[in-house]
């Protein structure tokens, strides 16, 4: 018994050691707090559910400021001869896998920087998650006030095969950051979370391949067949998703900002639907009422979509898809960019901002 003891003590000593060499290391290479929770929901307002960031939040090479955005810090009122950028969307926007820097905002910035120096500010309106109905709100009720002058959107529209739908909430549109307290507990453990990046790393393709299929078909366990989309996306999800559009360009346009839309790139040619891609399991993990075909069935209609709104719309199509292309090098996962991927997208976004004057 007593030995047993001993090794208990001895366990708990090793653990406490490895945390406290995981919270040393992040001090040292992030700039971490040592106590207190570090992760990355904590640069989120409402737990990263799409909503908002925290102002001033900190977490690895992501830095938001005291807007809630990431880029500079806004002055109100604009300053002359500045051309205000903002661009939006969800986590491809807001950057996961890119270098410091290299994300696509960074890199607009840097573009439109060589070419006019001084002359553009680029900002850095996404938080993971966000939904098209979301930034809709967040603009009325806070992000008009900063006079953009042209907003680029980059949506995602695989959230539109999502259980449930995008939908307007008309949730609280303040962004300060008042009132909201962020959890403090000093005793959040960060070995757990280092430990399973560490391992999912290291898996092997068949076995992550494995534990996704898991995963997807226990969501799937609970809906009848006919709930899964085997061949097509749905119509009414693509209806949506013009119809949030729509409402998007009006409530830009009436305040006097420039649109332009992008298309939305990955991975897949349009027939690679092969359900063992470790690429695109990861993909369908997220949507479990999808399948290979039909997230593939909504992007290509969703960029057509977005490719005929200048016939009735006043406003501009950043041809991101095809400027990207299908390089696998241009991917980290099935969306999310390398650097070399996000650096091809900003090209394209700066040739539609430029073609705003002409």
Same mark, same amino acid.
């Given at each position: 018994m007593k030995?047993s003891?001993?090794? $208990?003590?001895?366990?708990? %000593? /090793?653990?406490?050691?490895?945390?406290i060499c995981v919270? #040393?290391?992040?001090?040292w290479?992030?700039?971490?707090?040592f106590?207190?929770p570090?992760?990355? *929901?904590?640069?989120? =307002?409402d737990?990263g559910?799409?909503g908002?960031?925290?102002?001033?939040?900190r977490f690895?090479?992501?830095?938001?400021?005291?807007?809630?955005?990431?880029?500079?810090?806004?002055?109100?009122?604009?300053?002359?001869?500045?051309?205000?950028?903002?661009?939006?969307?969800?986590?491809?926007? /807001?950057?996961? @896998?890119? +270098?410091?820097?290299?994300d696509i905002t960074?890199?607009?910035?840097?573009?439109?920087?060589k070419?006019?120096?001084?002359?553009f500010?680029?900002?850095?309106l996404?938080t993971p998650?966000?939904?098209?109905p979301?930034? !809709?709100e967040l603009?009325?009720?806070?992000?008009r006030?900063? *006079?953009?002058? #042209? =907003?680029?959107y @980059?949506?995602s529209?695989a959230? @539109? =095969? *999502? #259980?449930?739908?995008?939908?307007?909430?008309?949730v !609280?549109t303040?962004?300060s950051?008042?009132g909201i307290?962020?959890?403090?507990?000093?005793?959040n453990l960060?070995?757990p979370?280092?430990t399973?990046?560490?391992?999912r790393?290291?898996?092997p393709a068949? $076995?992550?391949i494995?534990?996704?299929?898991?995963?997807?078909?226990?969501?799937?366990?609970?809906?009848p067949e006919e709930?899964?989309?085997?061949?097509n996306a749905p119509?009414e999800?693509?209806?949506?998703?013009h119809? &949030?559009?729509?409402?998007?360009?009006?409530?830009?346009q009436?305040?006097g900002t420039?649109v332009?839309?992008a298309t939305?790139?990955?991975r /897949?040619r349009?027939d690679?639907?092969?359900?063992n891609?470790p690429y695109?399991?990861?993909?369908?993990r997220? @949507?479990?009422?999808?399948t290979?075909?039909?997230l593939?069935d909504?992007?290509?209609?969703?960029?057509? %979509?977005i490719?005929?709104?200048?016939?009735?719309y006043?406003v501009?199509?950043?041809? !991101?898809e095809?400027?990207?292309?299908?390089?696998?090098? &241009?991917? #980290? *996962?099935?969306?999310?960019?390398?650097d070399?991927?996000?650096?091809?997208a900003?090209?394209?976004?700066?040739? +539609?901002i430029?073609?705003?004057?002409?």
């Amino acid at each position: 018994m007593k030995r047993s003891v001993r090794y $208990l003590l001895y366990l708990l %000593v /090793f653990l406490l050691t490895l945390e406290i060499c995981v919270r #040393a290391e992040e001090t040292w290479r992030w700039g971490a707090p040592f106590w207190g929770p570090y992760s990355f *929901d904590t640069l989120m =307002l409402d737990g990263g559910s799409g909503g908002r960031n925290r102002p001033y939040a900190r977490f690895e090479k992501w830095a938001i400021n005291g807007q809630g955005f990431q880029g500079p810090e806004l002055r109100i009122p604009k300053p002359e001869g500045v051309t205000r950028i903002g661009v939006a969307g969800a986590s491809e926007i /807001f950057g996961l @896998y890119e +270098s410091p820097g290299c994300d696509i905002t960074s890199k607009l910035r840097i573009l439109l920087d060589k070419s006019s120096p001084g002359k553009f500010e680029v900002v850095n309106l996404a938080t993971p998650g966000m939904s098209m109905p979301r930034i !809709v709100e967040l603009y009325e009720g806070w992000l008009r006030k900063f *006079d953009f002058d #042209a =907003l680029i959107y @980059y949506p995602s529209p695989a959230m @539109y =095969l *999502d #259980a449930r739908a995008p939908e307007f909430q008309k949730v !609280v549109t303040d962004n300060s950051g008042r009132g909201i307290e962020q959890n403090t507990n000093v005793w959040n453990l960060r070995l757990p979370r280092k430990t399973w990046e560490m391992v999912r790393e290291r898996l092997p393709a068949w $076995l992550q391949i494995k534990l996704k299929w898991y995963q997807i078909e226990r969501k799937r366990r609970n809906m009848p067949e006919e709930k899964v989309w085997r061949k097509n996306a749905p119509d009414e999800r693509l209806i949506l998703f013009h119809e &949030h559009l729509k409402a998007l360009m009006n409530i830009l346009q009436k305040n006097g900002t420039r649109v332009i839309i992008a298309t939305h790139a990955h991975r /897949f040619r349009n027939d690679s639907t092969n359900e063992n891609d470790p690429y695109m399991v990861g993909w369908i993990r997220f @949507y479990p009422r999808a399948t290979g075909a039909s997230l593939l069935d909504m992007e290509h209609r969703s960029n057509q %979509v977005i490719r005929e709104l200048p016939v009735n719309y006043p406003v501009i199509v950043s041809e !991101v898809e095809k400027k990207v292309g299908k390089n696998p090098d &241009h991917y #980290a *996962d099935f969306v999310h960019f390398t650097d070399s991927g996000a650096a091809l997208a900003a090209e394209a976004m700066r040739d +539609s901002i430029f073609s705003l004057h002409r």
